[in-house]
């Protein structure tokens, strides 16, 4: 009787699993079809070059961190409720402002801001340690959307907790924006110096 409970508990939390799973692989086809078109559209790209002009690297990227710090914390300083309304928002932004610095970096390293879908989908799925290949197909987008989506999945259930989780949640999107500035960096060891008379 014992075993037979054990494996029908097991297959419930396989199902269980299985329908996460799915959920997940959704929210990405979701997300790679038109989400990420959608976010590089509304980015004024000449604003990111005046930006880092005005800036500095560093400090756009601190910019940028911080902001996505800041919906981190809101969406989770009220426990579940602001988590539930909030998360969309917070992956709304967090994706945003990865852009941002992304284009930044661009930028920074090439000496021109203007930047094609395809091609800044290839440095973002590089970021991420995905196989771009020689276009950025659907499948390398859903596996960008992917990652990210269980990146932010696995920091939610430590949101639930008020005031904690706003910490948490505002901490684990300043380090994300960091560390993939760091990454983005490293895919352009040699900045272009731009000579002006």
Not at 47 to 57: A, C, R
Not at 59 to 78: D, N, P, T
Not at 82 to 106: E, H, K, W, Y
Not at 108 to 132: D, H, L, P, T
Request: net charge positive; with cysteine; glycine share 8%.
């Amino acid at each position: 009787m014992a075993t037979q409970y054990w494996h029908v508990n097991s297959a419930i939390q396989f199902m269980k699993l299985k329908k996460i799973s799915d959920d997940i692989k959704e929210q990405a086809n979701k997300l790679a079809d038109t989400g990420f078109r959608q976010i590089f559209n509304r980015i004024d790209q000449l604003h990111i070059k005046k930006g880092v002009d005005s800036m500095g690297l560093d400090k756009f990227i601190e910019q940028c961190a911080l902001i996505a710090a800041g919906s981190g914390a809101v969406s989770g300083s009220g426990g579940l409720i602001t988590m539930v309304v909030g998360m969309p928002l917070d992956m709304l932004n967090l994706i945003s402002q990865q852009f941002r610095v992304t284009m930044a970096i661009t930028y920074y390293n090439r000496g021109s801001y203007k930047i094609g879908f395809v091609e800044f989908m290839k440095i973002v799925a590089a970021s991420f340690k995905v196989e771009a290949g020689v276009a950025a197909s659907k499948t390398v987008m859903e596996a960008v959307a992917e990652k990210l989506i269980m990146k932010l999945g696995a920091r939610a259930a430590r949101r639930l907790v008020p005031v904690v989780g706003a910490v948490i949640g505002g901490t684990a999107n300043y380090i994300f924006i960091k560390r993939m500035a760091k990454t983005v960096k490293e895919l352009h060891p040699d900045p272009v110096v731009i000579q002006v008379n």
